[in-house]
């Protein structure tokens, strides 16, 4: 988000001007009796649907449907593209690159490639294994620094590339095409789907199912933000939920990098919402959460219907919430007495993290240790000894959430 989240804390980082990587672990299967999924949000809405009279099916679907935006990527992408890994069973890893646009300095803007107004601070690589055994969620923080290659924009025009340029400098130049392009090229990872969520619509996502749960370690009032949250375990909903997760200077230590980390916790907060028996119980939640949902997404050819979402959604039935995890590419920043100060680099790391996601290899402990996931979010196990404590109140100052 630019100064302040997805589908959501939207929010981005830097590192050496290209860089990527990743690391090695065991399975983590969650129990069988937890096991959540985005398809039992879309199986749910199925069977509401079907109660209702067969034409409100065919005129509610038809209606999802049109809500979609819909990306011309095919051609935009090129040809010169990473190989797509070739899966030794039956399914094959998916990845999907999602983008926040935020466009409160560019009211009308449109969600295409033409957008020049447009901001996106936020991007997310959703990595899904082929065994649909774990799923990871990887930020890349918007303060970057990158070389970015050419790209084309949906009217044709070639942007130039540049050198050691803001990572969501593409996004304002050529749209999520160039973003995804700039990733392709940088990580050598493959990208199957394109997702933009439109930060105004995630407002309504998050009223849609009656707010997401938050841990604030202390009071925070900030008016010109419109936050005004007292300390311990909320509930927020509304503006105040998307000034939140947008929110960058008055929350945490201010960096980018803290912001994401409570992106990914509201992220994982509301999709453990979204598939709790609060909303697949409720009918009016789980259609009003549709609605907002589609409204606010614009996607690639490939996911131009509920349907194929669906599909997508139904893929993630082998994974419990506890497999979802969310982390930030490894990162650093540059020197405050050096040029690119307040700029984020990519730690050599972050070459073997790509790497372990374009082979779909499990992550290791390197790189998740500090991941937040959808089972297990902050706040829920509480340190216990004093050097744990020390440490997670320290993390907590830094991110905005409770230890």
């Given at each position: 988000?630019?100064?302040?989240?997805?589908?959501?804390?939207g929010?981005?980082?830097?590192?050496?001007?290209?860089?990527?990587?990743p690391?090695?672990?065991p399975?983590?299967?969650?129990?069988?009796?937890?096991?959540?999924?985005?398809?039992k949000?879309?199986?749910?809405?199925?069977?509401?649907l079907?109660?209702?009279?067969?034409?409100?099916v065919?005129?509610?679907?038809?209606?999802?449907?049109?809500?979609?935006?819909?990306?011309?990527?095919?051609?935009?992408?090129?040809?010169d593209?990473?190989?797509?890994?070739?899966?030794?069973?039956?399914?094959?890893?998916?990845?999907?690159?999602?983008?926040?646009?935020?466009?409160?300095?560019?009211?009308?803007?449109?969600?295409?490639?033409?957008?020049?107004?447009n901001?996106?601070?936020?991007?997310i690589?959703?990595?899904?294994?082929?065994?649909?055994?774990r799923a990871?969620?990887?930020?890349?923080?918007?303060d970057?620094?990158?070389?970015?290659?050419?790209?084309?924009t949906?009217?044709?025009?070639?942007?130039?590339?540049?050198?050691?340029?803001?990572?969501?400098?593409?996004?304002?130049?050529?749209g999520?095409?160039?973003?995804?392009t700039?990733?392709?090229?940088?990580?050598?990872?493959?990208?199957?789907?394109?997702?933009?969520?439109?930060f105004?619509?995630?407002?309504?996502?998050?009223?849609?199912?009656?707010?997401?749960?938050?841990?604030?370690?202390?009071d925070?009032?900030?008016?010109?933000?419109?936050?005004?949250?007292?300390?311990?375990?909320?509930?927020?909903?509304?503006?105040?939920?998307?000034?939140?997760?947008?929110a960058?200077?008055?929350?945490?230590?201010?960096?980018?990098?803290?912001?994401?980390?409570?992106?990914?916790?509201?992220?994982?907060?509301?999709?453990?919402?979204?598939?709790?028996?609060?909303?697949?119980?409720?009918?009016?939640?789980l259609?009003?959460?549709?609605?907002?949902?589609?409204?606010s997404?614009?996607?690639?050819?490939?996911?131009?219907s509920?349907?194929?979402?669906?599909?997508?959604?139904?893929?993630?039935?082998?994974?419990?919430?506890?497999?979802?995890?969310?982390?930030?590419?490894?990162?650093?920043?540059?020197?405050?007495?050096?040029?690119?100060?307040?700029?984020?680099?990519?730690?050599?790391?972050?070459?073997?993290?790509?790497?372990?996601?374009?082979?779909?290899?499990?992550?290791?402990?390197?790189?998740?240790?500090?991941?937040?996931?959808?089972?297990?979010?902050?706040?829920?196990?509480?340190?216990?000894?004093?050097?744990?404590?020390?440490?997670?109140?320290?993390?907590?100052?830094?991110?905005?959430?409770?230890?």
């Amino acid at each position: 988000m630019s100064d302040p989240v997805v589908p959501a804390e939207g929010a981005g980082g830097d590192a050496a001007s290209s860089g990527g990587g990743p690391g090695e672990g065991p399975k983590r299967k969650g129990k069988a009796a937890k096991k959540h999924t985005v398809g039992k949000v879309l199986l749910a809405a199925v069977l509401t649907l079907s109660i209702v009279t067969g034409l409100g099916v065919v005129f509610f679907y038809r209606h999802l449907n049109g809500n979609l935006n819909v990306i011309a990527t095919s051609e935009l992408l090129g040809d010169d593209r990473p190989d797509k890994v070739k899966p030794e069973g039956p399914q094959e890893p998916l990845n999907v690159l999602v983008m926040g646009s935020d466009t409160r300095d560019c009211d009308g803007c449109a969600l295409d490639n033409e957008t020049g107004g447009n901001a996106s601070d936020t991007t997310i690589l959703m990595h899904l294994s082929a065994d649909r055994e774990r799923a990871y969620g990887i930020s890349i923080p918007r303060d970057s620094l990158v070389d970015r290659p050419a790209c084309e924009t949906e009217s044709g025009e070639d942007t130039a590339p540049e050198s050691d340029a803001m990572w969501n400098a593409a996004f304002s130049v050529g749209g999520p095409t160039c973003t995804a392009t700039q990733f392709e090229a940088l990580t050598g990872v493959y990208v199957d789907h394109l997702v933009v969520v439109n930060f105004a619509g995630f407002e309504d996502m998050v009223d849609a199912v009656g707010g997401v749960p938050v841990c604030i370690p202390e009071d925070i009032v900030d008016p010109d933000h419109g936050i005004n949250i007292p300390a311990g375990n909320r509930e927020i909903s509304g503006r105040e939920a998307l000034n939140y997760v947008r929110a960058r200077y008055t929350l945490g230590d201010g960096s980018d990098i803290s912001r994401i980390k409570r992106q990914q916790a509201f992220i994982a907060a509301m999709a453990a919402k979204v598939i709790s028996a609060d909303t697949l119980a409720r009918v009016d939640r789980l259609l009003k959460f549709l609605n907002a949902a589609t409204k606010s997404l614009s996607v690639d050819e490939g996911l131009d219907s509920l349907v194929k979402i669906a599909k997508v959604g139904v893929t993630f039935n082998g994974i419990g919430l506890d497999n979802i995890q969310f982390l930030t590419v490894p990162n650093g920043y540059y020197p405050s007495d050096s040029e690119n100060a307040g700029r984020v680099f990519w730690e050599d790391s972050a070459t073997k993290l790509w790497k372990q996601i374009e082979a779909d290899e499990p992550l290791s402990k390197k790189f998740t240790g500090d991941a937040i996931s959808a089972g297990k979010l902050p706040g829920a196990k509480k340190p216990k000894t004093p050097e744990q404590i020390a440490r997670a109140q320290e993390r907590a100052a830094q991110d905005g959430l409770c230890a």
